[in-house]
């Protein structure tokens, strides 16, 4: 079967690393000439790490995560609202959660598709369908013919523009921005993942072996596109000037490096197949970081997709395409609606809804607000 994965993120290279191991060697074309490291922590729930195993990138998986031990919410003066025992969940689950740089589990995904035809520095200028065959052109100028085409190129995909001629339709703009940056470890965040909900904003510490990323979430600043690193870093200490002391020491060293803003933009795309294309990850559904589930997602659909493709032939592909929608799209949509009402829930703005919102969270545990992610574990793909 002739494959073609546009993008080398986490879907692009769970999926040539699955596909490989069907028997079946993918292109993979990707956009930059070289990765470089950007990118901050992830973490990945056990629905989706048990997935690195076939490909040999679990060990290192967790070689190089901080197992989650706790989560830990409070409000803006750093009164507990919520300790949840993550262990506790896990072992309900039966798995193993942990936290470590995107550029390393990037690195651990595309060992595992070695193997496969990548080529770096290069996107896809054309695609037309005709019966049972997708031609495409590269911004090499040359072209190919493929049986399916997967576009894993992330949720600004240019491939689900090219299909629906729009850039935009699907993308949500929550009108909020995290900041992130790297800060050294704190004894207050030991192993576990401190939050501090206040009202608009929301203050996350999360911790890896060796550093913690920080990542403050406040309304979009007017005029962020022009502002100098001096003025975001000035902006975000001023935002959350009064919040506890951890956050204090955090924000110390904001200056230390580099702030990057991440616009708080998820993406929900009407269809994911087009004839023999399939949108896949992000450029799917993609994800708002707020329940932390969007690259388990994306790492769990591409190794459904890849276990339906393989057990297809050039012929069966729509029927494969199909299936694979009928398993993924339901769990990651639930997976995304979590993600949405834990976003409704930490970026209120005014003190007064923020007080009802505390009051309501010392009653209502977190997991059970994302109780689709915890049943995402627990029921079948
Ligand atoms: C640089 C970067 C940093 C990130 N940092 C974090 C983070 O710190 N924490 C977090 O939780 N999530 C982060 N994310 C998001 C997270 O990795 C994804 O949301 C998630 O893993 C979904 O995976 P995906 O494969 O669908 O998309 P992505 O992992 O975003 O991968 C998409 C890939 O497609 C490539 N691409 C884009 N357009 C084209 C094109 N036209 N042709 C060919 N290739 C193309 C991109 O360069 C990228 O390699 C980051 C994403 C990126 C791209």
Redesign the pocket.
């Known amino acids: 079967m002739r494959v073609l994965i ?9 999926l040539a690393g699955h596909l490989l191991r069907a028997g079946i060697t993918p292109t993979l ?4 000439s070289e ?2 490291r ?6 990945l729930y056990p629905f989706s790490a048990g997935t690195l195993r076939p490909t040999g990138a679990y060990e290192g998986y967790v070689d190089q995560s901080l197992p989650v031990t706790t989560y830990t919410m409070c409000d803006g003066h750093g009164e507990v609202m919520q300790q949840m025992s993550f262990s506790e969940v896990l072992g309900r689950i039966q798995g193993f959660m942990g936290m470590l ?2 550029a390393d589990l ?1 690195d651990l995904l595309r060992e595992g598709g070695d193997g496969a035809r990548a080529a770096m520095g ?3 200028t054309g695609l037309q369908q005709e019966d049972d065959v997708v031609h495409v052109t590269f ?1 090499d100028g040359s072209t190919g013919d493929f049986d399916v085409v997967l576009a ?8 689900r523009a090219m299909l629906i001629g729009s850039s935009e339709a699907g993308l949500t703009d929550w009108g909020f921005t995290a900041f ?1 940056w790297w800060t050294p470890r704190q004894d207050a965040v030991a192993d576990g993942v401190v939050e501090y909900w206040g009202a608009g904003g929301l203050f996350g510490l999360y911790p890896l072996p060796d550093r913690i ?1 920080a990542i403050a979430g406040m309304p979009t600043p007017v005029g962020l596109g022009s502002m100098s690193q001096e003025q975001v870093v000035a902006a975000v200490r001023e935002h959350f000037q009064g919040y506890p002391e951890p956050v204090q020491e955090a924000l110390a060293h904001a200056s230390d490096g580099t702030v ?1 803003p ?1 616009a708080m933009i998820d993406q929900k795309a009407d269809r994911w197949i087009h004839g023999r294309v399939a949108l ?5 559904t ?2 708002l ?1 707020t329940a ?1 589930v ?2 388990s ?3 769990k659909s ?1 190794q459904v997709l890849a276990d339906e493709l393989g057990r297809a032939d050039a012929s069966a592909v729509p029927l494969a395409l199909s299936l694979w929608e009928q398993r993924a799209r339901p769990k990651v949509e639930a997976n995304q609606a979590a993600s949405r009402t834990l976003a409704k829930m930490m970026f209120v703005k005014g003190s007064t809804v923020a007080k009802a919102r505390d009051l309501m969270l010392k009653h209502y545990p977190v997991d059970k607000v994302a109780k689709d992610v915890v049943k995402s574990n627990t029921e079948p793909w």
């Open positions: 546009i993008g080398g993120g986490m879907a692009g290279w769970t074309i990707e956009r930059v990765y470089s950007v990118g901050f922590c992830i973490g740089q995107r990037l290069m996107s896809v911004s894993c190129d992330g949720i600004h995909s240019a491939t992130t990323n990057f991440w896949v990850g992000d450029a799917a993609g994800f970081p932390g969007g690259a997602n994306a790492i591409a």
